[in-house]
């Protein structure tokens, strides 16, 4: 039969209480980590009276003018400056 140290048995709730710590703060670590992958807000452009084919074509222009005006990360990419793209909208009423 195994003896058991006072020590030993003491222990139990110590470790269990410390499991239990480590399981919430990875817990929360992973929904803190997930909250980067969400979809970015996505912003509407309308503008009455305009079809959608022409709507199509003001964003591209307005593409076409917000492109450059930022260092990409990664070389052969091109990123929109979305302040840019924005104010080229406003410009165009939408």
């Known amino acids: 039969m195994a003896s058991f140290d ?5 222990m139990a709730p110590q470790w269990r209480a410390g ?3 480590a399981r919430v703060l990875l817990s929360v670590f992973a ?9 970015p ?4 452009y309308t503008r009455p009276g305009v079809s959608q084919a022409q709507q199509q074509a003001d964003q591209s222009a307005c593409v076409k003018t917000s492109i450059g005006n930022i260092q990409p990360a990664q070389p052969g990419t091109a990123v929109v400056d979305r302040e840019d793209f924005a104010r080229c909208m406003a410009a165009n009423g939408y």
């Open 6 to 10: 006072a020590d030993e048995t003491s």
């Open 19 to 21: 499991r239990r710590q």
């Open 31 to 39: 929904l803190l980590s997930l909250g980067g992958y969400a979809a």
């Open 41 to 44: 807000e996505t912003t509407r």
